[in-house]
């Protein structure tokens, strides 16, 4: 994994990519690629050894044209102010080009939650909820979960922003659990996205997903739901998955299902019966497949291991997964990469869902928000490859970029200027 490139600048240079096929002034094009304001603060928490631990935090409000901000909040120890700006814009774009009323915002702090109790975790939480309050709410912000972060989180979230503020309100959240207020099909979201641009992918080209290798790079919420659901949709063989403490192979295939049990019992991948042989995340990276999915964190693959990738088609589950370069040999290399913006909206799409119940106090069947997510993401996929073709675009990110500019350029004049 290339820790040298910025997020913040792969996502810059996205932008201005697209930009180049549209028409955009400078000051605007300035303006859709920086974030319009970020907390940063200090959260100073008890401990449970009675010291007191201070952890960094941030909130990313990028551009707030299409709706409130929105985007999750992550806890890992790489959270940095560069890749919450970047993922903050990349929810804007996301958001846009899935045509869900909301801009983009995303929140981090810099710590190892491992490292910590379920009372610390709950403080620590608390501490930020208290710090975001000011900022957040239905209307304004309305965060939801991230890498590390889940349901638990944002209970504690929507708990403490309810308390101080003397209301209800759970749209001031999403992704909580269905008792607090979430939705049906939130966890499964995002890999069904992933899950359903890959088959619109292979219908793109020509083929069938059944039988197709597919190799998974994070097993966690979106990497393994995705795969689940690509067995179990479309009969796909998983021949190779990874975590954090490495990768697992079977050229015969892995049982999806049976390897996410085995990592919620064991914690890790690795050690799984079923494998033939352990390799590095690189091999995963760069094992003939028909369909890659990098499902962990930014900057997976870079130019040089791009080089080396046999993948016919890459579904991005992860935020940010190719560096610029990477995306460049890629498309040199003709292989179809979906991009993040769309490949993992499904997630931001079932918390617009999530959102839109609390507000109505009204509550969707599974089967409903399953239906409306595949409407709203096959329909982004053709808009997407409409673009592609009418503009004889470069590459799938760079189509999916003109349609989402073009939408936010769309509400950010019809606004107007003020005063
Ligand atoms: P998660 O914490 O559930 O899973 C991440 C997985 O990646 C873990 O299994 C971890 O062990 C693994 N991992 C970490 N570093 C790795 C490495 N170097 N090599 C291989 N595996 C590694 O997180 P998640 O929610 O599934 O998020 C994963 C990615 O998907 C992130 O980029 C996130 O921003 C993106 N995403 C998630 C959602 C969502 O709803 N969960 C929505 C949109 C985008």
Request: with cysteine; charged share 25%.
């Amino acid at each position: 994994m290339s820790n040298e490139v910025n997020p913040f600048e792969s996502l810059q240079e996205q932008i201005e990519d697209a930009a180049t096929h549209i028409d955009v002034g400078d000051g605007v094009l300035d303006r859709l690629k920086n974030p319009e304001r970020i907390l940063e603060t200090n959260l100073s928490v008890e401990l449970d050894d009675d010291s007191v631990g201070v952890f960094r935090a941030y909130r990313s409000q990028f551009n707030g044209d299409r709706g409130p901000y929105k985007g999750g909040i992550r806890y890992h120890p790489g959270v940095s102010r560069d890749e919450v700006k970047a993922l903050s814009g990349w929810m804007v774009y996301k958001c846009a080009v899935v045509d869900i009323p909301y801009g983009g915002g995303k929140g981090g702090i810099v710590i190892d939650p491992q490292e910590y109790s379920t009372d610390e975790l709950e403080r620590i939480t608390r501490a930020f909820a208290t710090e975001l309050r000011p900022i957040i709410g239905e209307d304004r912000d309305v965060p939801a979960p991230d890498v590390n972060t889940g349901q638990r989180e944002m209970n504690w979230i929507k708990d403490t922003y309810e308390t101080l503020e003397g209301t209800t309100a759970p749209g001031v959240i999403t992704g909580k659990a269905i008792d607090s207020g979430g939705s049906a099909g939130r966890v499964e979201a995002t890999g069904r996205s992933t899950m359903l641009t890959a088959r619109e992918a292979f219908d793109y080209l020509g083929r069938s997903l059944s039988g197709a290798s597919v190799a998974v790079q994070g097993y966690g919420n979106a990497g393994s739901i995705a795969a689940e659901l690509l067995e179990d949709a479309h009969d796909v063989t998983v021949v190779a998955v990874s975590d954090s403490s490495g990768a697992i192979h079977n050229p015969e295939g892995l049982d999806a299902h049976d390897v996410k049990a085995f990592k919620n019992e064991t914690g890790s991948v690795t050690g799984y019966e079923g494998a033939t042989e352990e390799l590095t995340n690189e091999e995963l990276l760069t094992l003939d497949v028909d369909l890659l999915i990098p499902a962990a964190l930014e900057n997976a693959i870079d130019g040089e291991l791009a080089r080396d990738v046999q993948a016919d088609v890459i579904a991005e589950a992860a935020n940010g997964p190719l560096t610029p370069e990477a995306d460049d040999v890629l498309t040199e290399k003709d292989v179809i990469v979906v991009p993040d913006i769309l490949a993992n909206a499904g997630g931001v799409t079932v918390s617009y869902f999530e959102w839109v119940q609390n507000r109505q106090r009204f509550y969707w069947t599974e089967e409903r928000v399953n239906e409306e997510l595949e409407r709203h993401i096959v329909d982004a996929f053709d808009g997407l490859l409409e673009c592609y073709e009418e503009y004889d675009l470069p590459n799938f990110r760079t189509a999916a970029y003109v349609v989402a500019i073009q939408r936010v350029l769309n509400a950010s004049e019809e606004a107007g200027s003020w005063p």
